[in-house]
């Protein structure tokens, strides 16, 4: 990483934060990358990694438990209900 990027990063995020993000982007690349439509798991994971972004900067995401709740695919294929 430049030394310009990193300056600018941290004039308002701690190095660990800086170092975090990097780490959290580069997972949400990798759960992203499949040459196909990426499953549900790792959308799902590159979800997860997203908010773990977003409160990094200091905002907070609400999950609809409905919504996050309801069975996958597979799931549903072995009759699980949403509850």
Not at 46 to 60: D, L, Q, S, Y
């Amino acid at each position: 990483m430049s030394d310009k990027l990193r300056y600018n990063l941290t004039d308002h995020l701690t190095n660990k934060e800086v170092d975090r993000l990097f780490d959290l982007f580069n997972k949400i690349k990798l759960d992203l990358s499949a040459s196909s439509f990426p499953t549900r798991t790792n959308r799902l994971e590159a979800v997860e990694n997203m908010v773990k972004v977003i409160e990094i900067h200091g905002m907070k995401v609400i999950r609809d438990p409905i919504i996050w709740e309801e069975p996958s695919k597979s799931e549903r294929e072995q009759g699980r209900e949403i509850q």
